[in-house]
């Protein structure tokens, strides 16, 4: 399946029913120097579209959505003292994980190169 877009600029790469879930590089350069980030708790009960947390930069706070509902099964506590590493690599430095529950969510939303045309349009 590949990693999916959303138009608020999260991705999601699902591996079964498992997904993890991170902001987009056009997010964070948008964003600029993110300082602060605010996470879920593992076991969080994630609904598609409602919001699970902020990032904070120098220029805006914005918050997160989620891309899919399901529970939280793990949160990256690296963000926590370095949340910049967000600015570093959006894609290797997911946020959370979940527990899918229900995978076809995923398939509206956008693939890569639908992403990318939609980020140009902006």
């Known amino acids: 399946?590949?990693?999916?877009?959303?138009d608020q600029h999260?991705?999601?790469e699902a591996e079964g029913t498992s997904a993890c879930i991170g902001i987009s590089?056009?997010?964070q350069?948008?964003?600029?120097?993110?300082?602060?980030?605010?996470?879920?708790?593992?076991?969080?009960?994630l609904e598609i579209g409602k919001e699970f947390g902020t990032v904070e930069s120098v220029?805006?706070?914005s918050e997160l959505y989620s891309p899919a509902s399901g529970v939280?099964?793990?949160?990256?506590?690296?963000?926590?003292d370095a949340p910049e590493l967000l600015n570093e690599d959006p894609y290797e430095n997911w946020i959370i994980k979940i527990e899918l529950d229900d995978k076809a969510e995923?398939?509206?939303l956008m693939d890569k190169d639908q992403y990318e045309k939609f980020c140009e349009s902006l």
């Open 1 to 6: 399946m590949g990693i999916k877009f959303t």
């Open 10 to 12: 999260e991705w999601v």
């Open 25 to 27: 590089d056009y997010a």
């Open 29 to 45: 350069k948008s964003l600029g120097d993110i300082v602060f980030i605010e996470l879920p708790k593992q076991g969080d009960k």
């Open 59 to 61: 220029k805006a706070v």
């Open 72 to 80: 939280v099964t793990d949160v990256n506590r690296a963000l926590e």
């Open 106 to 108: 995923l398939e509206s």
